[in-house]
């Protein structure tokens, strides 16, 4: 089994509709992380948490939002979806008490805003 | 705004060749990381180095680290067509929580 699972591993949505991509882990790691991927433009932080009570806005936070639901789970929304957020999604985790901050991904959400 | 650029963006080489890539950054950091990224699959974490290191190796994968110059480089020797995949640096530095920031990748391409 995948140790950071994404769902779905691919949605089309229309204009307008508010989505949930969810993520969950078992790794047992503190930190969870979003990030979108656009071709070229590499990996963009949407919002991260350090722990259940904390929640932090990334580089690209407008249009998300996001759920600590317990350590091992964290799930991104789209309240109101639009084209421009087509991309490839991203969850991670890292161990804070690990040597660097190395993330572990999952296997993504393809996400096509109509 | 993206920490790392990649150079190049593509590269396409032999099986049994070497394949380098580089990386460049803007600010001071604590450490950078090199991720592979098979086609449209989550990222994997390849090798960290410290900026107080110059050199680490992993198997065929060897990284330098050049802190005056802001630069690195990632070298597979020997490559093979299962090195086929996207290529990314990310840096540590120049945020609040030290977050990582990604460049946009090398795309490699090993040809049988």
């Known amino acids: 089994d995948a140790d950071v699972t994404q769902t779905p591993r691919n949605r089309i949505t229309k204009t307008g509709k508010r989505i949930m991509l969810e993520c969950s882990q078992t790794?047992?790691?503190?930190?969870m992380y979003w990030y979108r991927q656009d071709p070229g433009l590499g990996l963009r932080l949407i919002y991260y948490s350090f722990d259940v009570k904390d929640i932090n806005k990334g580089e690209i936070s407008d249009g998300y939002s996001v759920s600590r639901q317990a350590q091992a789970k964290f799930s991104l929304s789209l309240e109101s979806a639009i084209p421009n957020q087509t991309a490839l999604y991203f969850c991670?985790?890292?161990?804070?008490?690990?040597?660097?901050?190395?993330?572990?991904f999952g296997s993504g959400t393809q996400l096509s805003v109509l | 705004s993206q920490q790392g650029e990649e150079d190049p963006q593509a590269l396409s080489i032999q099986e049994g060749e070497n394949a380098t890539m580089n990386c460049s950054y803007k600010?001071?950091?604590?450490?950078l990381q090199w991720y592979r990224q098979n086609s449209g699959r989550g990222l994997v974490h390849l090798i960290l180095i410290r900026s107080n290191e110059r050199e680490k190796h992993s198997g065929r994968l060897r990284v330098t680290l050049d802190t005056s110059k802001k630069s690195s480089s990632l070298l597979i020797t020997a490559s093979r067509a299962a090195d086929t995949a996207s290529y990314f640096c990310a840096t540590d530095g120049n945020n609040a929580g030290n977050m990582l920031t990604f460049g946009g990748g090398t795309r490699l391409m090993v040809k049988p």
């Open positions: 991670a985790t890292s161990d804070s008490r690990g040597p660097g901050e190395k993330l572990f």
């Open positions: 600010t001071s950091i604590n450490n």
């Open positions: 790794k047992g790691h503190d930190r």
